[in-house]
């Protein structure tokens, strides 16, 4: 894209609702980090991780959807990447169901261990909270500028 908006995210150059978005999910993930230092009230971090999850998968979601038209070929892949590690926890989540299957979550969704965040056991892998939420983050800030090469298509839908 050569109409360079300076001194922005480049991802508010691919969205302004995916760059409000992403702030939010910035915002939420320090505050997680912050809660995750001493878990007095585990349910109010999970409800948070909960929203964070839905949050930065479906921003990430939109953003492997329209890949092809608006992100480089490098671009495309590190979202497919975080899209797919993502979807390991957002299914149990949203879904209550284990990824790529119909049986329900159950005992699968556990959480396993707290160390510095929650660690669940799914699938027999384990996710930690606030290890997810720094990679999530460290990929919405991994963006430059010529990354960008198309904006979301905005508009009315047609029939």
């Known amino acids: 894209m050569s109409d360079a908006i300076p001194d922005l995210h480049p991802l508010l150059r691919f969205s302004l609702y995916t760059g409000i978005q992403v702030d939010a999910i910035k915002r939420l993930g320090a505050e997680l980090d912050q809660l995750s230092d001493s878990v007095s009230d585990s349910s109010e971090y999970y409800w948070k991780f909960w929203f964070w999850v839905l949050g930065a998968y479906e921003t990430v979601r939109l953003m492997a959807e329209h890949r092809k038209a608006c ?11 975080m899209k797919k590690k993502l979807s390991l926890i957002r299914v149990p989540f949203a879904k ?10 159950y005992a699968e969704l556990s959480i396993a261990d707290f160390n510095h ?43």
């Not at 209550?96 to 979550?105: G, K, Y």
């Not at 799914?122 to 500028?145: A, V, Y």
Request: net charge negative; proline share 3%; aromatic share 6%.
């Open 71 to 81: 992100l480089s070929a490098e671009a495309q892949e590190r979202t497919q990447a």
């Open 117 to 159: 965040g929650l660690v669940f056991c799914i699938n027999g892998k384990s996710i930690n909270s606030t290890q997810l939420i720094r990679e999530t983050i460290e990929f919405f800030d991994s963006f430059r500028d010529d990354e960008i090469v198309a904006r979301l298509p905005v508009g009315l839908a047609t029939k």
């Open 96 to 105: 209550q169901e284990l990824e790529s299957s119909r049986r329900p979550v």
